[in-house]
């Protein structure tokens, strides 16, 4: 009995550290702090990026935006940087061998321009909007008549296509209808102060009588969309769009077209 007592509280003592470690937001989050990498750009975001030069010893790269994230690089002095991106105080710099790493406001403070100045620090800016990944976003607008809103969710495949997801209502006079579709995206160029983008995609409506008369049911629909519209950034993370689509819904083996004009806010991460 002694034996079995002494082997229980054994398997207890080993087993609960492992049990607290795996309980513990912060150890928790400090793994998954280490196993981030930081992302990759390419040779054209460097190109256009701001150079600076770096004028202390050295400069530390971190995996993440945070001070929770390990080093991985430094960058030593006499050496230029090109400053991709920013997440609120942390900056995505990459060197001339294409090592990336985030730094500090600080650090990059403590650099200079190929002119010998001081560097000023470049804020969220619209080539930023073409460089996060997920975007989310309303719109309201018209489509023949009925009034329209929209919620949105996207994420980028890669710098000049995403897909979006959006849930949307109707309101007119006489019908109440939802909308759910989900499109491909297409933005070709951030070199402008606005991103003009095509869209493409397929969905499925339903629509519903205000009237309760016996034998109403709701009339479901699928249809497919393209569209074209522009965004613009206007501060901050936040974007300004508007579009206008054209709808071909299938409805008993018919067709009817429908345009919907529609203007909405987008904020990206």
């Known amino acids: 009995m002694q034996r079995h007592l002494i082997l229980v509280l054994s398997l207890c003592l080993w087993a609960f550290p492992s049990l607290a470690q795996q309980n513990n937001p912060a150890q928790q989050e400090n793994h998954k702090a280490q196993e981030k990498q930081p992302p990759q750009v390419s040779s054209d975001d460097i190109n256009q990026a701001l150079k600076v030069e770096v004028i202390d010893p050295y400069l530390e790269l971190h995996t993440g935006?945070?001070?929770?994230y390990p080093v991985i690089y430094v960058v030593e002095k006499g050496e230029e940087i090109a400053v991709i991106s920013r997440r609120t105080t942390w900056y995505l710099i990459a060197d001339r061998r294409g090592k990336t790493g985030w730094v500090t406001r600080e650090s990059l403070a403590r650099t200079l321009l190929d002119t010998g100045t001081p560097v000023a620090l470049p804020?969220?800016?619209?080539?930023?909007?073409?460089?996060?990944?997920?975007r989310l976003g309303f719109t309201v607008g018209k489509q023949e008549g009925s009034d329209q809103i929209g919620l949105l969710a996207g994420y980028r495949l890669s710098r000049n296509f995403g897909v979006e997801a959006e849930y949307g209502q109707l309101f007119a006079e006489t019908v109440d209808g939802y909308q759910q579709s989900i499109s491909l995206i297409v933005e070709p160029t951030d070199r402008w102060s606005f991103t003009p983008f095509l869209a493409a995609g397929f969905g499925r409506q339903e629509l519903q009588l205000k009237e309760k008369l016996p034998g109403n049911k709701p009339v479901n629909d699928d249809f497919r969309s393209l569209g074209i519209g522009v965004n613009a950034y206007i501060g901050f993370n936040f974007v300004l769009r508007g579009e206008y689509r054209h709808l071909t819904i299938f409805s008993d083996n018919d067709t009817v077209s429908n345009a919907i004009w529609r203007i909405g806010f987008s904020s990206f991460f």
Not at 65 to 68: A, K, L, T, V, Y
């Open 65 to 68: 935006p945070g001070r929770g």
């Open 123 to 134: 804020e969220t800016r619209h080539g930023d909007f073409l460089r996060h990944k997920i």
